[in-house]
């Protein structure tokens, strides 16, 4: 048996969101990276879910999850930007927001050279 908290988690963990929510397609958005001087053309992605927290109570407060990404084939794994933003629904006013841009790490990693027998 899977409880609500797990459910919610397993949401959190996949969706990045609260609650599932298909991303609609946005224009095509060209996006400077530290991988090359070319900037990468990518697809923009952006999906958003309304919640409660503390529904019902004093502390009651309705917040917006937005999640955009900028989505590129010719990076592996496909995403050259994540963007989840949080904000007040009342207010519109932006909690937080955290961004991820994709990153060379091979070249800042050192080699160790194999023996030769």
């Given at each position: 048996?899977v ?26 958005r ?34 917006r ?9 010719q ?9 989840t933003?949080?904000y ?30």
């Amino acid at each position: 048996d899977v409880s609500q908290a797990d459910k919610y988690a397993a949401y959190r963990f996949f969706y990045g969101m609260p609650r599932p929510r298909k991303y609609n397609p946005g224009r095509t958005r060209y996006l400077f990276t530290p991988l090359r001087e070319n900037a990468f053309e990518c697809q923009l992605a952006a999906s958003q879910v309304a919640v409660t927290i503390a529904a019902k109570t004093a502390a009651e407060q309705s917040l917006r999850y937005r999640k955009d990404l900028w989505l590129c084939d010719q990076i592996p794994f496909g995403v050259a930007k994540l963007e989840t933003s949080v904000y007040d629904s009342e207010s519109n006013l932006l909690l937080s927001r955290q961004t991820l841009v994709v990153t060379d790490c091979s070249s800042q990693t050192s080699t160790s050279s194999a023996e030769v027998p």
